[in-house]
């Protein structure tokens, strides 16, 4: 039983050897999330080519943060999706073995 009322997906994440893929949903800014430090902890968690990531949400800092990721020559490793209907983002996390939560308040 989860006490919060977060509803359980019927699809459970699994584990996958290769990638292993880290998720980060939320705004793309940095006043509370702090991306700037999250994409750059991602760009070199990716340089290890055993791992991947999704970045998922829209915010003023996306710009930026896709910048500095194709030039760390990441984009192939991670991935931005926008803004996505509450099924697309359990559908990503799902296929992912580690979520990001960055926030600080």
Do not use: N
């Not at 710009?63 to 490793?77: K, N």
């Amino acid at each position: 039983m989860i006490p919060y009322g977060v509803p359980i997906p019927p699809h459970q994440a699994s584990f996958h050897q290769a990638p292993f893929r880290v998720a980060y949903s939320g705004r793309l800014w940095d006043h509370q999330k702090r991306i700037a430090l999250v994409t750059d902890a991602l760009i070199r968690a990716c340089r290890d080519p055993r791992l991947a990531a999704t970045v998922i949400g829209e915010g003023h800092a996306r710009s930026a943060c896709e910048q500095a990721v194709r030039e760390a020559g990441q984009a192939d490793t991670i991935r931005f999706t926008g803004s996505l209907p509450p099924a697309g983002v359990q559908s990503k996390l799902a296929r992912c073995q580690a979520i990001l939560l960055m926030s600080d308040f």
